[in-house]
């Protein structure tokens, strides 16, 4: 572990404020928020940055749940992150994603024609930084423009989120 969570007696309404983009203040509350947010809460600005733009891409995107959990899901395989696999499982659970598609994501098979088109654009964002012309007009028939963008920036977002679990050393909880 590089970063430590915040130690509970350096809380401060600041940081309480940080975490309440995310969830009510009762709950921004040390040892109520995880290992993860309250290693974030040592820099209580960028927190409320990153979680305000996180937060449109889990709750307000334009993307259906299931495909935002297919990028998320592809994109903790493409960058190693275990730490994101395991906490995103149960919400693609939730999205109606099955334990054979779980397993099709992480291979990068699915046989479901529009999860792997996605399973593709976000290999693609990742080995090339851009999704390439024959995979967006593919894309382009399933997805609007608003779906594309979110798509894309959910895809960055959640490198960026693994980039920062696996260089701070962010433990499981």
Request: aromatic letters at 6%; glycine letters at 6%; one cysteine or more.
């Amino acid at each position: 572990m590089r970063l430590s969570p915040l130690p509970d007696d350096e809380w401060n309404d600041e940081v309480v404020r940080a975490l309440s983009v995310m969830m009510p203040p009762e709950r921004a509350q040390p040892g109520q928020v995880g290992n993860m947010l309250a290693t974030f809460a040592r820099h209580p600005r960028l927190t409320k940055a990153y979680l305000t733009f996180s937060m449109h891409l889990l709750v307000t995107t334009t993307l259906p749940r299931r495909l935002t959990e297919v990028v998320v899901l592809r994109t903790a395989v493409c960058r190693g992150s275990h730490y994101l696999w395991d906490h995103h499982v149960p919400l693609a659970a939730r999205a109606g994603l099955s334990d054979d598609d779980l397993t099709a994501i992480r291979r990068g098979d699915p046989t479901d024609p529009v999860d792997a088109v996605v399973v593709n654009a976000v290999d693609e964002l990742h080995g090339q930084t851009m999704i390439s012309d024959s995979t967006w007009s593919t894309l382009s028939a399933h997805l609007d423009e608003q779906q594309l963008m979110d798509l894309v920036f959910t895809a960055g977002g959640y490198a960026a989120l693994a980039m920062a679990i696996e260089s701070f050393g962010i433990e499981d909880d």
